[in-house]
């Protein structure tokens, strides 16, 4: 895979979930409308591959961390998103999961792999339990639902991360 | 694959067609706004999965016959919206072709392999004439256009499942 | 892959940057409201899969000529579509590059191989450097701006084709 494949990678990994999730609701996706976050995802993806040559490498729990946090604010959003446009519980789920998880599960296609998230990974179970707990939350305190949910998912994902527990495999 | 990426290729083939179908028709997803898709779906993913431990096979011929009817059913409910929409039989047809084949397409991109409609199986080619049949009838009579090209549908399908015809093989 | 299949690889090919564009725009994609893409892009696969067994092959340099004009037409189309929308100029190239390799993109998605625009093809880059071609000069002559940029596409695609210039691959 070349410099610009790696590139688009990274754009397609950061701001792919919330993309998914303005198609389906049927909005001209943000990333779209807003150039900031097109910048900032291709900063950090640029600032990420000039580490390469220079033998920095990233140390893993550093990642797992990021994935953590990252998954925990994209499943937050989906969820008041989809509370916002006055879905009910599931489509409001679904949207949690969608936009934390999409953006790895597009990856992963392009990267013509199984998505990781359908394995063994607790992405996608966390930003369940965690989008639960804010659809729960949002009728009595939004502040308080985004930060229970965002925490509670973010625990969940580096629990998987660190090995500690995963889903059971069907061989 | 774990028990929850399971759950999810079962929702994605089972509501995965008719969303391919509303996002290119512009619609919000109808699984967004009625939360019954995800719930059957979600079901009977549920019921075939606990079958697993139970050593308890579904024969070949129930899933077999399953998937024509079903082929059936969403290839005329794709031409049928379309047609409602007064597109003309081009955009009809591929809208039935795209929510009878959709949800299997998504599955087998998911699971990382090429997707069976496009090698040997006759679920494209039946939705297609089926749905041709539904086209031809709508403006006579929409059950009989219905019933029609979702019987006709359903019999290419299973054909192709029995193995008795299948489409020329490019190498 | 039998003979549906590869006439689905190729409309996929044809059509399928143009519908990506269209839905991440929210507009119903071109190719439902117009049967002339359907028919053009069918005509097309159908004629290329008559030649298979006749033995006739194209030459590769026909085929990279054909990709060539075809990317800059396809990269020139996004952006001056994403400016009439008065987008700003990072989701305008956004639009440009996904018009012009969208199309291969899910072609290599469905034949579960990773797509060919990451890896050593120029296509990416042309579409990204004649998209920027035309959105400066749209201001000031938009035919010169078409023109100019899909020229400008055309040949760093030509050039990548012939070998003479890559991307760097990191390993």
Not at 86 to 109: E, H, K, N, Q, Y
């Amino acid at each position: 895979m070349d410099v610009f494949g790696i590139i688009i990678l990274g754009l397609v990994t950061a701001l792919g979930g919330g993309l998914i999730r303005d198609v389906l609701l049927n909005d001209v996706p943000i990333a779209l409308t807003n150039n900031l976050y097109f910048i900032v995802a291709f900063a950090s993806t640029g600032f990420a591959i000039t580490l390469l040559p220079l033998k920095i490498s990233i140390r893993n729990s550093v990642i797992h961390a990021a994935d953590a946090i990252g998954t925990g604010a994209f499943a937050v959003t989906g969820v008041v998103i989809g509370s916002n446009e006055m879905f009910s519980w599931a489509p409001c789920l679904a949207l949690g999961m969608v936009t934390a998880t999409g953006g790895g599960i597009l990856r992963d296609i392009l990267a013509s792999r199984i998505p990781k998230v359908l394995n063994t990974q607790l992405n996608a179970t966390g930003s369940l339990i965690g989008g639960s707990v804010t659809w729960l939350l949002i009728p009595h305190d939004l502040e308080l639902a985004v930060l229970a949910g965002a925490v509670c998912t973010a625990v969940i994902v580096w629990v998987g991360h660190k090995g500690w527990l995963s889903m059971p495999s069907l061989r």
